[in-house]
């Protein structure tokens, strides 16, 4: 026997819970259409009017339309190794499959099957997180579970001379238009030892680290964020809580 089906798979895991970039367990449903060709050991007999038996002249060969309906459980063991299980079932358009048209229902066979799969190739190296050569934006290799796109690009405006005294300093790491990104998922994203806090400006969100009344230990921090990979931190200082001029480095 010899079938050719056309199948749609639908993840019914991504469907009922969001899609997880470390799941393990997928159930799927499959459904398509194909056609099925067989020959059989059993002689078709066919009566004349004197009803002698004489052999079928299609040699016995039959074909025959195929619904294939299944469901099926997909386990990922490891980035190598995988392993399935899937049951189906194909309703056919022919009462001869077992060769007998006993009744008016068509044919049916079922198909239970297990599997393993293996993933040839290399593995993929673990990515260092690194920032590009735009300012303020984050890079994010491809099995990160929810990437970040290139934040917005702000000025810097030149520091103005300004005494110390009556200033808070804080460092700015990045700044995103219509991306929300909670300052949790940036700190625990880069490594970031200190709280991160985002400031909300419009549609702008900048997130910042760190808050002193020291330009020193701004300084400090800053030079600790560019080790991490955060190229482009740079210091912000507020006076009476208003954002006032920035600092580059």
């Known amino acids: ?11 019914f895991s991504n469907l009922i819970s969001p899609y997880k ?31 002698i038996e004489t052999d079928n002249p299609l040699n016995n060969f039959h074909s025959s339309l195929s619904i294939p309906v299944g469901l099926g459980v997909f ?30 229902r068509n044919d049916r066979y079922d198909i239970l099957s297990f599997g393993i799969s293996i993933n040839l190739g290399k593995p993929r190296k673990k990515t260092i997180i690194k920032v590009n050569d735009y300012p303020y934006s984050l890079y994010t290799p491809e099995s990160t579970s929810q990437p970040i796109t290139p934040p917005v690009m702000e000025p810097r405006p030149e520091s103005p001379v300004i005494t110390p005294q009556g200033f808070t300093y804080s460092v700015q790491i990045f700044a995103f238009i219509s991306h929300k990104y909670s300052p ?43 080790r991490l990979g ?7 200082a507020y006076k009476n809580g208003v954002r006032h001029h920035t600092m580059t480095p």
């Open 230 to 236: 955060i190229r482009d931190a740079f210091i912000v």
């Open 184 to 226: 949790e998922y940036i700190r625990k994203r880069y490594h970031i030892p200190q709280p991160v806090r985002v400031e909300n400006d419009g549609r702008v969100e900048r997130f910042l680290v760190g808050k002193s009344l020291d330009l020193q230990k701004a300084k400090e921090i800053q030079a600790q964020l560019i």
């Open 21 to 51: 970039s470390t799941r393990k367990v997928f159930v799927y449903g499959t459904i398509g259409l194909g056609y099925a060709g067989w020959y059989t050991k059993l002689l078709n007999k066919v009566y004349d009017a004197n009803t």
């Open 75 to 104: 386990y990922r063991i490891s980035d190598r190794f995988n392993a399935s299980l899937e049951y189906t079932f194909h309703l056919m358009s022919s009462k001869l499959l077992d060769q007998l048209a006993a009744n008016n």
């Open 1 to 11: 026997m010899l079938e050719s089906d056309f199948n749609i798979l639908i993840n």
